[in-house]
C-alpha cells in the first residue's frame, strides 16, 4: 500500500516565495512613484531570483529615472 502521508519537504508545506516576476512589478510601482530606496531593494530582491530582470529593468521605461543612479547601474550590470 503506498505512502501518502504528508512530505515535511514538500513545497506543498512551504511558504512560497514571491515570484521575481511579482517583485519586479512591485519595483516598478516604487520607482514611479519616485520611492528610489524601495524600487531598489525590490528590484534587488528580483534579481537574486532571476537575473533574466537584470536587462528587463534596463529597458523598461519606468526605471529611466534611474539609469544613471550608481546603485541601479550595479545593479543591473
Known sequence: ?????????????K???PSSIDLYFKARTYSQLKNRTSALDTLAQA???SEAVKKKAKEDP??????????FQDLTK
Open 1 to 13: 500500500m503506498a505512502d501518502f502521508s504528508p512530505d515535511k519537504n514538500s513545497p506543498m508545506n
Open 15 to 17: 511558504t512560497p516565495d
Open 47 to 49: 534579481i537574486k531570483l
Open 62 to 71: 519606468d526605471f529611466s529615472w534611474l539609469l544613471n543612479d550608481s546603485d
